[in-house]
Every structure is written in C-alpha cells, then in structure tokens.
C-alpha cells in the first residue's frame, strides 16, 4: 500500500475505497476509462474535504493509467479471493466502497457499498469478453441467464450508480433493485475536447473506436462502403488477428479500410480531426463514450437509432438502422453537405458539455454521503 499522500485522518473522515480493479495495464477500455477519468474528478472535488478516497488495484501496472492517489493492493476481481475481500476492507477501516461494477465481494461487510450497473447488453448477447479466464467466461454465460443473480448482486448494496438514464430506466422496467438509483455518467476527457477549425464535410473519411463483439455490428458499417464509393474507414480499436482476418474478407471491393490495431490518446484525436464523422452500427450501448469524445471535439457523428444514443447525442447527430447497410451509409452520406457538417459540429460540441466529470464526481459524492449517514 501507498503511503498517504493526504490530510492527517481523523474521526470524522470518511474513507472511501474505490474500486479500481477493472482497470487496464496498457490501455484504456470504456470501463477502465470510465473509472480512472471519474477517480481524477472524485480526488479533485474532495481535497480539503473530510472525505479520504483509496484506490483498490489488484495489479500495479494499474498504476500508470489511474491518477496519483493512495492505493491499496487487493485481489483480482476475477479471483476466488473475492469472497473474503469485504473482510479485508474491513480491516482497512473502510466506511463506503464505491465499484465500477456491480460484481464485487460484499459478505460480511461493515462498511457502505455502491455498486454500479453499465447495461444489461450481456442478457441479449451474453457472449463473455475472450480475455476472461474460461472458467469465469463459463460462469458469465450462466450468470446472464436470467435477472436473479443480478438481483442478488444489487441487492447486498446501500445504492446502485447507472451511467445514463437509459440504464437506470432499465433497472427499474426489470426490477433489478429496490435500492436508490443515481446516475453517475461518463464524460470525455478535457484532453480531447477542442475547437472544430476545419470543415471536414468533403473529407470522406470515417472513425470507428470501440469493441469488436457481435452487438457492436461492424460488420454493418463495412457493408455500407458499397454504397459509399471513394470513403474510407478507420478502424482504431485494437483488435486481435482471427478478428480482423474476419472482418477483412467482408469489405466490399473497391473500398477502403483501415485497422489501427489499437492508438494512442493523441493518434486518436488526431483521426477524429481529420474525419467527416464518428460512427457506430452498435445495436446497444451502456453509454458511448467514443460519441460524446467526437463530439466533444466537433466531429460530427453517425450513429445507431437506439435509446442510448439519443440520450447522449440528442438532435446533434445523424441516426439510422443499424441493421440495414444502405441506411448507414445514406446517413453518413447526409454529412456531405457543408452545412448540415458544420450545423452538427457546432451542436455536437455544445451537447457534449451536457457530459462532465465534475458533475458526474459531485453525483457520486452525494450517494457517498447519504450512505454514510444511513448507516451510522
């Protein structure tokens, strides 16, 4: 463990360990960006405060992706360890925990805990991420075959985070938890946000970020290149060998496609710069960061018609049929008009301020709070 870095503790400090466990060793995911961008915030609004946070890692390469703070060196999440993990926080002298997730050790605990729910995509796709050891990809398919493991899960917390509305509606349509339910949302990075200079409506050149399982329907916008002659597609996500020889054997002939294989922040903010727009065929989504990162930067963007994405992107975006190739590419075809481009640069720019971590930070600290209070 760290050596503290921060104010003397005394009695009245609540000491609040955040469970930064999901986050990666070399680059960021959407839950590992999620957690480290809301730990920066969570640090910053509590200095000088008589709140004390604690990072929980279980790998110290974890380090290098998650701002400087005290931290602590527990078990793997994925761990048989995890059963006894609350007796360890426990231990430390924990009053509320915070996961970003919802899959944490709780028996025995003396201490607040708040749990959090992303989306529920895995009950409609419940394929397990392939870097998950097999015996816990075997106990994923079994976790999502119904509602009752979740429940279980949710309902040993004092409260639930949902990262949008759109989650904690669905908690409440399959009534996943009783418990209070507030939404802590993800945000871009100051980093990435910046003035739109360029007009890129004639650039003919496209983004997609993100993971390659099924829901996220890549094959789609492939298959829209047929219709979109002269456009390329950049592919900046790391991907795995078998995944992209996949995804290579679907591009149409003549068009253009290019895999990254993974980029830096920088690389990434550069692609957007240089793009006609962001886009996305995903058939579901807990949020989209990648949508309010483009957007955030005045790249205009492309994106499925569901619930989630109108949430976040509101009437600053271009929507179609994630399941019908033509429509994509008549969507993002729509962006070739120089005023429609600049019109939703603009308004993606002024949405994705809707989106900060500092907001998301003061919504955390509020479910901190009344938690502590509940159990004293």
């Not at 000491?15 to 999901?22: G, H, K, L, S």
């Not at 200095?47 to 390469?61: F, Y």
């Not at 008009?337 to 919504?363: R, Y």
Request: charged share 20%; glycine share 6%; hydrophobic share 45%.
């Amino acid at each position: 463990m760290s050596k503290s870095t921060g104010r003397p503790q005394t009695s009245d400090t609540i000491r609040v360990f955040f469970d930064a466990r999901f986050t990666r060793t070399t680059h960021h995911d959407g839950i590992s960006r999620y957690g480290s961008c809301l730990l920066e915030a969570l640090l910053n609004a509590v200095a000088g405060t008589d709140i004390e946070v604690t990072a929980i890692i279980s790998d110290e390469d974890q380090l290098a992706l998650l701002p400087k703070c005290r931290w602590v060196k527990l078990n793997s999440p994925t761990s048989a360890k995890e059963v006894v993990i609350a007796k360890k926080l426990n231990d430390l002298g924990a009053d509320v925990v915070f996961s970003t997730m919802q899959v944490m050790g709780s028996t025995g605990r003396r201490y607040g805990l708040i749990l959090t729910v992303h989306d529920l995509i895995y009950y409609s796709h419940p394929l397990p991420p392939a870097d998950l050891p097999a015996a816990v990809r075997l106990l994923w398919r079994a976790y999502h075959l119904s509602f009752a493991p979740q429940r279980l899960l949710l309902g040993r917390a004092d409260a639930i985070a949902a990262v949008s509305q759109t989650t904690k509606g669905l908690i409440a349509d399959h009534r996943l938890s009783s418990k209070p339910v507030t939404v802590v949302s993800n945000a871009a990075e100051v980093a990435v946000a910046g003035s739109r200079s360029v007009n890129r409506h004639d650039a003919r050149s496209l983004v997609y970020m993100g993971t390659f399982l099924p829901y996220k329907n890549v094959e789609t916008l492939i298959g829209s290149l047929q219709h979109l002659p002269g456009w390329t597609l950049h592919i900046a996500s790391r991907i795995d060998g078998r995944r992209e020889a996949a995804l290579r054997a679907l591009i149409p002939d003549r068009a253009k496609v290019i895999f990254h294989r993974g980029v830096s922040d920088e690389e990434y903010a550069a692609l957007l710069e240089g793009a006609t727009a962001l886009v996305t065929a995903s058939q579901e989504e807990g949020f989209g960061l990648p949508v309010i990162e483009a957007m955030a930067q005045g790249v205009p963007v492309a994106i499925s018609d569901i619930a989630i994405f109108h949430e976040i992107a509101g009437d600053a975006a271009v929507y179609f049929d994630p399941d019908d190739a033509g429509d994509v590419a008549a969507g993002i075809a729509r962006l070739t008009d120089a005023k429609l481009w600049s019109e939703l640069s603009a308004a993606g720019q002024k949405q994705a301020t809707s989106f900060d971590w500092n907001s998301s930070a003061q919504a955390l600290i509020g479910m901190i709070r009344q938690v502590h209070a509940l159990r004293q």
